[in-house]
């Protein structure tokens, strides 16, 4: 293990006191939504997912977060509320991460006026009867026996929090949350001793604060969660935001507040993608340090790694950082920098389609290329037992599937030989990386580099790999990630009686490969068919726009970016395109190709039109590419990823750790 005192990263590393507990780090694993629980208590899944990150080395986790009222429930996967029937699971939760040396804390929530009907069947509560900024209803003014009934509600959570072996509870105002709903006089219209001076419209917060201090004792550590934002003018920012903490600091009760970015006016903000600057908060956390006397600050929101970590606790922005994706996508990014092996962290690619993409559809949360979150009860989370008897394992392709099956296969103790055929590992998932923006992908490809050299994993590039030359290596194995080639027929699947676009042997008809590879011929003015409404025709669209091109997105989706709007990098990217001159042409298809132009029609009115193009770009569906299966008769083998079924790169990372851990 490094001294920390040489180490690189010296004050992320240094210990921290919150109310006596010592925390062997700065990193922790904030609170977020991973909806894993079992008919509303946590089990294995959550436990398991937990546990990781404190063997991964995290100095602190602040469990999901715990809705306190009937009226606060948001998501499928909440834990029950107002019950002492949770208690005895958390305890299955708490103990084992306490052993592993973290201090575990839950934060209690209430979302105020933003519920969902569908899961609370309740009437939302807020201050003043505003309306919801995640459902289309709108939400019940609380009266003051009410309000009196959700201080309760949020103590009496705390203290059951208690007796589940947590170490104390985050209070949760960030976001324009309920507690921040009364803070911002915008949505706090009270006339009442709720509404009006800082005093009153702090009066809930700071009761609660006050109930949880007295009831769980001096030991018992409270922290606060507060979010800035400058997307609208009416939310509370800068001095505002800092005088109610301030505020809430001058109690003293409050041990620590955390800081995350946007809310659900600016929902995009609120788990920024990669089209958003890192280390978001940190210029405002560095200014509550100086308004604070007592609590500890932590700057969250896009600290996405053990570098951004360090320089902000080094600079003087905060004490703390929360690091929560970036947890996800590496649990052990804690231990690895301990270790002085911070090259190793597999670092967040800043997507959110695993994480917030499978959180927004009600589903338990994971990550693209950690596909272990979420099921390292099964599968052992992302450490690796040595295979009883090593083989020897060839693998034909580099994209995501092929490369973490030989990664795993290789951590296992196996031989691995990989072939690939282009110059660079990577296949379509490196020209998503040459996307704007999207050069995470390129680090992720340079992780794999180093762990290939590290676990001697042998890697043939330009090479074509023939049955011959598989055979010749006598493997026990061989692992197919030949991957996906673009239709070339132009297939549409809402023209499903043709089998080709009709026109497209007139030519200049192209695929995003074909564009990210510089291939395409493409001329002034470009039509960009998406079917996907993801990043690989979208993401296109924007380099094309990037490099002079006149870019017309023509989609058969009431919007552009449909896919893209589970993890809200929609919302960003459109104004992105639109600044560029990109023309949005949806609920529209591509009824004929002319050479220089098409004709496209509108599937609410059957009408047609033309448009003027120099070039046609296709983003419709793969063809699985498999050439190698039939010829390996006789030979153990595995069809895996796009070329099993084409998908998204999630489905194939999975794949690949599924079957590197079954070799």
């Not at 546990?51 to 991964?56: F, K, N, P, Q, T």
């Not at 107002?82 to 299955?92: A, L, N």
């Not at 649990?331 to 190793?344: M, S, V, Y």
């Not at 099993?644 to 194939?652: F, K, L, S």
């Amino acid at each position: 293990m490094s001294d920390r005192s040489t180490s690189a990263h010296p004050h992320l590393l240094s210990s921290i006191q919150l109310r006596g507990q010592t925390l062997r780090n700065r990193i922790v694993f904030g609170a977020h939504t991973a909806n894993m629980s079992d008919m509303g208590l946590p089990g294995p899944r959550f436990a398991g997912y937990l546990l990781e990150r404190a063997l991964g080395g995290a100095g602190m986790i602040v469990a999901e977060p715990m809705p306190v009222h009937r009226t606060g429930v948001l998501t499928r996967g909440n834990f029950l509320h107002s019950t002492d029937e949770v208690i005895p699971h958390f305890r299955k939760v708490t103990e084992p991460v306490k052993e592993a040396g973290a201090v575990i804390l839950q934060q209690l929530y209430h979302i105020g006026a933003h519920g969902d009907s569908d899961l609370s069947f309740a009437p939302h509560w807020g201050p003043s009867g505003g309306p919801s900024y995640h459902d289309s209803d709108g939400s019940h003014a609380m009266t003051e026996a009410e309000i009196e009934e959700l201080i309760a509600a949020h103590i009496a959570a705390a203290v059951r929090c208690q007796k589940a072996g947590f170490q104390g509870v985050e209070v949760w105002g960030a976001y324009h949350s309920l507690l921040d709903q009364f803070w911002t006089p915008w949505s706090n219209k009270r006339d009442d001793r709720w509404g009006g001076s800082l005093e009153n419209r702090t009066r809930m917060s700071r009761t609660i604060i006050e109930g949880i201090r007295r009831a769980c004792g001096e030991d018992f550590i409270i922290g606060l969660a507060i979010s800035t934002s400058d997307s609208h003018d009416v939310l509370l920012q800068g001095e505002s935001l800092a005088e109610v903490v301030a505020c809430h600091d001058a109690t003293g009760h409050i041990d620590y507040v955390t800081c995350g970015h946007g809310g659900y006016l600016d929902f995009e903000r609120l788990m920024p993608t990669f089209l958003y600057a890192e280390k978001l908060t940190a210029p405002f956390t560095e200014e509550l340090k100086k308004v604070v006397k007592h609590a500890k600050i932590t700057s969250e929101a896009h600290v996405r790694t053990p570098e951004n970590a360090e320089a902000v606790i080094a600079s003087g922005q905060a004490d703390m950082v929360s690091i929560v994706r970036g947890q996800i996508a590496d649990p052990h990014l804690a231990r690895k920098t301990t270790e002085g092996r911070a090259e190793d962290v597999r670092g967040c690619i800043s997507c959110n389609q695993m994480c917030w993409g499978r959180r927004s559809r009600d589903y338990w949360i994971s990550c693209l290329i950690n596909p272990s979150a979420g099921r390292e009860f099964e599968w052992g989370g992302d450490r690796f037992t040595p295979a009883e008897s090593p083989r020897r394992v060839v693998v034909v392709g580099a994209g995501p599937a092929g490369l973490e099956a030989a990664r795993v296969a290789a951590e296992r103790g196996h031989r691995v030989d990989v072939f690939e055929a282009q110059p660079r590992i990577g296949g379509q998932f490196r020209l998503a990386g040459e996307q704007p923006r999207r050069a995470q992908i390129l680090e992720l490809m340079d992780w794999y580099e180093r762990q290939f050299e590290k676990l001697q994993v042998r890697l043939h590039l330009n090479t074509y790999a023939e049955t011959e030359d598989i055979r010749a290596l006598s493997p026990d194995a061989v692992v197919l990630a030949t991957g996906s080639l673009p239709d070339e027929n132009g297939f549409q699947r809402w023209m499903p009686g043709h089998d080709r676009l009709p026109g497209i042997d007139r030519g200049k008809v192209w695929s995003p490969e074909d564009v990210m590879r510089r291939e395409a011929k493409l001329g002034d003015e470009v039509i960009l068919y998406d079917e996907g409404g993801n990043w690989r025709g979208l993401g296109t669209a924007w380099a094309m726009a990037e490099r002079g091109h006149r870019v017309t997105i023509v989609t058969p989706e009431p919007f552009i970016g449909k896919e893209l709007s589970r993890t809200s990098s929609d919302i960003g990217l459109r104004p992105r395109l639109a600044k560029l001159g990109v023309t949005f042409l949806s609920e529209h298809l591509i009824a004929e190709w002319h050479g220089d132009g098409a004709t496209v029609r509108n599937l609410l009115t059957g009408t047609e039109t033309r448009a003027a193009a120099s070039a046609l770009v296709i983003s419709t569906t793969n063809r699985a590419f498999d050439p190698l299966s039939t010829a390996l008769d006789g030979t153990e083998t595995h069809l895996i990823g796009d070329a099993a079924a084409p998908r998204q790169a999630p489905y194939a990372f999975h794949e690949g750790r599924k079957l590197g851990l079954a070799l």
